[in-house]
T-cell receptor, first 112, second 117 residues
């Protein structure tokens, strides 16, 4: 079956660094996406990993280890506007018709 | 990234009426679009796949006669909630796959809040 696990909620301090982990067990794998979703809004695309290693994009970085079924999203220099849910999604040919299996999201709370 | 626009962002309708939500890909053509529903603090639930020029494909448990999907052009898909009931109140989101970057990244519309009273 398809299973994606990520923590339900995390709290971090403004200006600090936070790492959001995601583990997955899927029948196939063809890429992993991270999305940011603010309350009441649709998800916005953050990053994409298909090969092992780190992808850096400004304050956000995403890491993938296919052998471990593991990814993380790293947010640096946290700002209050980073308070949101972060969704890990795996592209799996055996997943939904959109090819994506979504985790339930990690609600990140940024404190002053 | 690609732009997907959804309209209306918020709609209130009376029980028993129908409401239409539009999803447009603004800067690329999308032969396939997707419709999701999301309840508060829950994950996205894929409802159906909208295919340009052919019938939509519905996920198990989604009533195709209640949620009518039309994909009349390469840039527009519509979802019509027919005979709406209060339990249909939810956040509806569309997405489209952009194949131009080779990653087939899924981009989402802004979402539509539906309240049935």
């Amino acid at each position: 079956g398809q299973n994606i696990d990520q923590p339900t909620e995390m709290t971090a301090t403004e200006g600090a660094i936070v790492q959001i982990n995601c583990t997955y067990q899927t029948s196939g794998f063809n890429g992993l996406f991270w999305y940011q979703q603010h309350a009441g809004e649709a998800p916005t695309f953050l990053s994409y990993n298909v090969l092992d290693g780190l992808e850096e994009k400004g304050r956000f970085s995403s890491f993938l280890s296919r052998s471990k079924g593991y990814s993380y999203l790293l947010l640096k220099e946290l700002q209050m506007k980073d308070s949101a849910s972060y969704l890990c999604a795996v592209r799996d040919p055996g997943g939904g018709a959109d090819g994506l299996t979504f985790g339930k999201g990690t609600h990140l709370i940024i404190q002053p | 990234g690609a732009v997907v626009s959804q309209h209306p962002s918020r709609v209130i309708c009376k029980s028993g009426t129908s409401v239409k939500i539009e999803c447009r890909s603004l800067d690329f053509q999308a032969t396939t679009m997707f419709w999701y529903r999301q309840f508060p603090k829950q994950s996205l639930m894929l409802m159906a796949t909208s295919n340009e020029g052919s019938k939509a494909t519905y996920e198990q448990g989604v009533e195709k006669d209640k949620f009518l999907i039309n994909h009349a052009s390469l840039t527009l898909s519509t979802l019509t909630v027919t005979s709406a009931h209060p339990e249909d109140s939810s956040f509806y989101i569309c997405s489209a796959r952009d194949g131009r970057d080779g990653r087939n990244t899924i981009y989402f519309g802004e979402g539509s809040w539906l309240t049935v009273v």
